[in-house]
Nanobody, 123 residues
Framework: QVQLNESGGDLVQAGGSLRLSCVVS????????VAWFRQAPGKEREFVAT????????HYADSVKGRFTISRDNAKNSLYLQMNSMKPEDTAIYYC????????????????WGQGTQVTVSA
């Protein structure tokens, strides 16, 4: 069974930076495409960024492009999200997710999810 565990959520001031981590259990992590999603109170879960199993293909939501960077370390079964120049509208619970081959922005296409980590950006 695949399990994902996020960490790194915190309270940060606008303009600041934060790095989220996600550790994925199991031996097949390197075969998974991975992604970060977020969900703000009263809103639907939205796509943030995705990364192919090889790490060579990425796709970002327009709202975070140029500010956030997704990366992975297959040797550590880990996924990361570096967030810079943060804004109050980045406040949300952030989730990491994994799926088979292929990138997707649709949460319904991901098979495995973490429990989420809270990120709050103060003005």
């Amino acid at each position: 069974q695949v399990q994902l565990n996020e960490s790194g959520g915190d309270l940060v001031q606008a303009g600041g930076s934060l790095r989220l981590s996600c550790v994925v259990s199991g031996d097949l992590f390197r075969r998974y495409s991975v992604a970060w999603f977020r969900q703000a109170p009263g809103k639907e879960r939205e796509f943030v960024a995705t990364l192919s199993w090889s790490g060579t293909l990425t796709h970002y939501a327009d709202s975070v492009k140029g500010r956030f960077t997704i990366s992975r370390d297959n040797a550590k079964n880990s996924l990361y999200l570096q967030m810079n120049s943060m804004k109050p509208e980045d406040t949300a619970i952030y989730y990491c997710a994994a799926k088979g081959v292929g990138l997707s922005v649709r949460p319904g296409e991901y098979d495995y999810w973490g429990q989420g980590t809270q990120v709050t950006v103060s003005a």
